[in-house]
């Protein structure tokens, strides 16, 4: 198993920018292919960006391409998701998620860990 951990959310204004950190912990973090989601209250969870498991494969939702970063630091087991040029609709709790397998996904329920989310509010 994995557990995963969230942190860098916060309040901040409409185009700023935050980063958001997932420390993971127990098998080798280099074995999972990772993901972020958000979910905005009364909707569903949604799919924001992946990343395999060597970092050369990349996708990101259409709603955030060229403002969200996703990076990753094998060394140090964290996924990264670089937020810039926030929107109010960019407002949800964050979720980071691990999948067993190299590749990248794009839907929540091929994912096998999550982590307890990181909630992101931007004002306008």
């Known amino acids: 198993q994995v557990q995963l951990v969230e942190s860098g959310g916060g309040l901040v204004q409409a185009g700023g920018s935050l980063r958001l950190s997932c420390a993971a912990s127990?098998?080798?973090?280099?074995?999972?292919?990772m993901g972020w989601f958000r979910q905005a209250p009364e909707r569903e969870r949604e799919f924001v960006a992946t990343i395999n498991r060597s970092g050369g494969a990349i996708y990101y939702a259409d709603s955030v391409k060229g403002r969200f970063t996703i990076s990753r630091g094998n060394a140090n087991n964290t996924v990264y998701l670089q937020m810039n040029s926030l929107r109010p609709e960019d407002t949800a709790v964050y979720y980071c998620a691990a999948r067993e397998g190299a590749a990248t996904a794009t839907m929540s329920w091929m994912y096998n860990y999550w982590g307890q989310g990181t909630q992101v509010t931007v004002s306008s």
């Open positions: 127990g098998r080798t973090f280099s074995s999972y292919a």
